[in-house]
């Protein structure tokens, strides 16, 4: 399995609280993905990273911010968490970007907001 | 990025061929098709890729029509372990983004 590790797994926190996701991989790839699944509508990319400093808005980016000031990590901000933020939160990293490239996914933080 | 169209959701009895056809009409000249797999509480899996007619591997088979315009996943015998959703990806070389759907949920019955 890709060394890619997502942590916490699990988080409780309250609403307006800022929550920090990490991305850790340890098979130097350059695009790292931040997505996130709830019941009903799949997996939803957030943000995206094609290499260090260099970061994309997803299409559901409002409410959230990245950074990635190393290879390795990949941060995910809530600056003020909401109750519609709770979700299944997943981290991809791929070696070359996009679909003609093998991606491989953390196991998942799963994130609660009351 | 080319929209991706496939059923919501089907039903296969154990030991059965599945076939989950994926409609991706403005498909680019430079796109790739990839399937995905995910398990209930995991993350997606990569299954199978390809850029025109067939190509099968260890899990699955994928056919690709001429016009590339739609493709089909094949999933030869399934089991009850073969019970998850399956994402269809299009998306070229030059982008950076990796977009899934709302998948497949396929039910594999005894």
């Known amino acids: 399995d890709a060394g890619i590790t997502q942590s916490p797994r699990h988080k409780v926190t309250e609403t307006g609280t800022p929550v920090t996701l990490r991305c850790h991989q340890t098979?130097?790839?350059?695009?790292m993905y931040w997505y996130r699944q709830d019941p009903g509508h799949g997996l939803r990319l957030i943000h995206y990273?094609?290499?260090?400093?260099?970061?994309d808005k997803g299409e559901v980016s409002d409410g959230y911010s990245v950074s990635r000031s190393k290879t390795e990590d990949f941060l995910l901000t809530l600056e003020s968490a909401t109750s519609s933020q709770t979700s299944v939160y997943f981290c991809?990293?791929?070696?070359?970007?996009?679909?003609?490239?093998?991606?491989?996914f953390g196991q998942g933080t799963r994130l609660t907001v009351v | 990025l080319a929209k991706t169209t496939q059923p919501i959701s089907m039903d296969s009895y154990e030991g059965q061929e599945v076939n989950i056809t994926c409609s991706h009409n403005?498909?680019?000249?430079?796109?790739?098709i990839t399937w995905y797999q995910q398990f209930p509480s995991q993350g997606p899996r990569f299954i199978i890729q390809?850029?025109?007619t067939k190509v099968t591997n260890e899990v699955a088979s994928l056919f690709i029509p001429a016009d590339r315009k739609s493709s089909t996943l094949s999933l030869p015998r399934v089991s009850l372990s073969d019970t998850a959703v399956y994402y269809c990806?299009?998306?070229?070389?030059?982008?950076?983004?990796?977009?899934f759907g709302k998948g497949t949920k396929l039910s594999v019955i005894p």
């Open positions: 991809a990293i791929s070696e070359r970007g996009g679909v003609n490239t093998e991606a491989f």
């Open positions: 098979e130097n790839h350059r695009y």
């Open positions: 990273s094609y290499g260090v400093k260099d970061t």
């Open positions: 403005n498909i680019a000249t430079n796109d790739y």
């Open positions: 390809g850029y025109k």
């Open positions: 990806l299009v998306s070229g070389a030059g982008s950076y983004q990796l977009t």
